[in-house]
């Protein structure tokens, strides 16, 4: 049974730093695609983060360039998501998630990730 525990969120000001881990089982970790998505009160889920099985590709939405950075640990069977700069639209549920299918290609995508975390709340004051 694939589980994935997400930790790491919390309220932080406008400008810090939080680090977001996932913790995964059940599965082979290192031939997986892991990624982070958010989803903000009142809107749909959307794409965050992603990283190939071995961390060679990684891939980010416009808005998080250059201030997340994700990351996995491979031997722990962790991917963590840096977050830097925090803004108040960072403000939202933050999940992980990974899937059997998922490719270069597609990782970006929603619908290829058959199994998500719990999510844990991040929230960013001005």
């Known amino acids: 049974q694939v589980q994935l525990d997400e930790s790491g969120g919390g309220l932080v000001q406008a400008g810090g730093s939080l680090r977001l881990s996932c913790a995964a089982s059940?599965?082979?970790?290192?031939?997986?695609?892991m990624g982070w998505f958010r989803q903000a009160p009142g809107k749909d889920r959307e794409f965050v983060a992603a990283?190939?099985?071995?961390?060679?590709?990684?891939i980010y939405t416009d808005s998080v360039k250059g201030r997340f950075t994700i990351s996995r640990g491979n031997a722990d069977n962790t991917v963590y998501l840096q977050m830097n700069s925090l803004k108040p639209e960072d403000t939202a549920v933050y999940y992980c998630?990974?899937?059997?299918?998922?490719?270069?290609?597609?990782?970006?995508?929603?619908?290829?990730?058959?199994?998500w975390g719990q999510g844990t709340q991040v929230t960013v004051s001005s």
């Open positions: 998630g990974t899937g059997h299918s998922i490719s270069k290609a597609t990782m970006t995508f929603q619908r290829v990730y058959d199994y």
């Open positions: 059940g599965l082979p970790f290192n031939k997986y695609f």
């Open positions: 990283s190939s099985w071995s961390g060679v590709i990684t």
